[in-house]
Structures are given as C-alpha cells and as structure tokens.
C-alpha cells in the first residue's frame, strides 16, 4: 500500500535553542503554552522551566524538597497549553497542579503504581495507573481516575483489564502502553507490537474505534540498528550489575513512534521507518478515514498537539547541554 499526500502541511513558526546546562541539566518534559513561551522540566533539580518565545528564561520553580511547590522524584508530568502543569511525586506520595500565570497551586495524596500517567483536559486532571498496593484486581489492569480541582474529589471512571502474559492479539493495549486523551475524556491507545491498530475508546459506553491503515509492510530493523540495540541492552545490565545474558534484537520495530488527537479531533500517528528514512505521519479523520500522510520534521525527537492549530516539536541534537525544539502550524493544502 503506498502513501497518499496529506492535505495539510507544517509550516514552523518558532524554534528554540537553548543552552543552559545549569537550569535544564537533564531535561525530560517540555510543552508550549498558548502564548507562546516554552516550559521545561528537569527531573534531576526537580524545577520546572519558564523561558519566553526567544528562550530568555523567566522563571524557575520547584526544587528538591518535600514542602510547598518542591519535588522528591518527579514519576509523571503533564503541561497543558493553558500553563497548568501537573506534576505526581512518587517519593512524597502526592500530585500537585500548578499554574505558571499565577501562584495557585493544589495539591493531593497519590497512590503510585505500574506505568504512572497523568493528563490534564478540560474535565480534570486524569490519572492513569494500577496502584502497587490494590490486590484486588489483576496486576495487568489499567485504572483511570478523574480529578476535579473544583470539587476536590477523585473518582474512577473506567477500569481496563489486561493480560499481562501471551496478550491476546484482540487486546488494545498493554500495561506499560501510552494513552492519549480528549476533554471528554475518551482516550487512545495501541499495543506495543508491530500492527497498525491504534483504538480510540469512550469510557462511558466502552465503544472502541479501530484506526488502521491494512497492507503496510512491518518495518525491519536495520543491522547497525541491531548492533545499537544490543549495546544499549548491555550497557543497562552493567548500570543494574546485572549480567547480560542471551539477547536476539527483534526483526520489525514497533509500528509506531508516537500518535496523538488534535483540536480538530483527528488522530496523527507517526509511525516507524527504515534506517535513513525520514518518519512518516499518517492522518485520519475523527471517524478513522485516513486521509494521507507527510513527512515528519528532520531529526524529531517528539510531537504532540499544542493548542490553536499548533504542533510542538522536540528535536534530537548531538550537544548534551543544548536543547531544541520549534513550534509548527498546521497549514490547510
């Protein structure tokens, strides 16, 4: 199956290179809000980030600590394009939403688990794992609770259950999967293998929709690709002390890199090429029609939906102190 031009183009409108090894040593979450400016988070320093639309930095909050606006150990983050920033301490056992346009901040205990997500929307702030201590329940299985800032209160709305052993090829999703989701609260996921199947799921009724494009080939991995993975492998086992043992890299990548639902309700999926092929995005309508694909921006680290049109991107750089990262508008062909 070939690919057919997309009818959009992204056109950048800001680009950032920021070199502040002091502020942002090890940065691991970024977002830009809708004013433009960027936030970055640091999750040695625990801070989060401020810099205006040409990178001169503003502000930096947070800190290691366990009052007030301080960090222990930052396990899951989300920014929201409003300037809300949602951060779940693991060690402090709490979350905390703050706003980076105001001092308001709140704060709430949080019971950690396997593959901590949070996500901020229009209903709340949703919070994604299985709690370490619920014994209930399988250990695969995904709970999703709703935090409402007005009420104080938090409640779970959807339960998924998962085989964590020999998955089903029918299951949507996997413990340690991404999940994505709308104001409304419906989500997207897929299973980490090498189909084309991303769901879209509403909580309320369970309706699931299949978004897939059929007769795309499985990508291989390439043998430097290879040789890079059983390096990467080895030198994990030796930071763990653990020994390496008996290791085969797959044949195919997993079929995505990342996907993601738009202001617009459309879901972009950028998923897996051959070595030395630029990453293609494929586009589908909020009823799972694809509508065609175009190239990902050069040496893309990541991509997701900024809010009025806008797509923010962080870009991989060979300068461990120097970040990078742009801002796209998605432009109607």
């Not at 290179?17 to 970024?30: H, T």
């Not at 989300?78 to 809300?84: A, T």
């Not at 390096?231 to 086992?237: D, F, H, L």
Request: hydrophobic share 35%; charged share 25%.
């Amino acid at each position: 199956m070939s690919d057919k031009s997309a009818p959009v183009a992204l056109e950048q409108i800001n680009r950032w290179s920021i070199e502040a090894p002091d502020l942002i040593p090890n940065p691991s979450v970024a977002g830009v809000l809708l004013d433009g400016s960027l936030v970055i988070l640091d999750r040695s320093l625990n801070t989060i980030n401020h810099f205006d639309s040409e990178g001169n930095h503003l502000e930096t909050r947070g800190g290691r600590g366990r009052g007030p606006g301080e960090y222990q150990n930052m396990i899951a983050i989300d920014i929201h394009p409003d300037g809300r920033v949602a951060v779940a301490d693991l060690n402090s056992a709490r979350v905390s939403i703050s706003s980076l346009f105001s001092e308001e901040e709140t704060t709430f205990p949080y019971e950690t688990g396997w593959n901590p997500q949070v996500h901020l929307t229009g209903s709340g702030l949703v919070i994604l794992n299985h709690p370490f201590s619920m014994m209930t329940t399988d250990p695969g299985d995904i709970l999703m609770r709703i935090y409402d800032s007005e009420t104080r209160e938090t409640e779970e709305f959807y339960q998924m259950e998962l085989e964590m052993e020999n998955p089903p090829f029918e299951q949507i999703s996997c413990t340690f999967c991404d999940f994505q989701f709308t104001d409304e609260l419906a989500f997207y996921t897929a299973p980490r293998d090498t189909s084309y199947r991303v769901f879209r799921v509403d909580p309320d009724t369970g309706e699931e929709l299949l978004f897939t494009r059929r007769g795309l080939p499985p990508v291989p991995y390439s043998q430097e690709e290879k040789e890079q993975l059983r390096e990467g492998r080895e030198r994990a086992m030796q930071v763990t002390g653990m020994e390496p043992g008996e290791y085969e890299p797959p044949e195919f990548k997993r079929r995505f890199f990342d996907f993601f639902p738009d202001g617009e309700g459309r879901l972009w999926v950028v998923r897996h090429t051959e070595a030395g092929e630029a990453l293609k995005i494929d586009l589908f309508s909020p009823e799972a029609e694809y509508l065609g694909s175009l190239d990902a921006p050069e040496n893309m680290r990541s991509i997701r939906y900024a809010g009025n049109g806008r797509l923010f991107v962080q870009f991989n750089n060979d300068n461990p102190d120097r970040w990078e990262g742009g801002v796209y508008r998605v432009v109607k062909l």
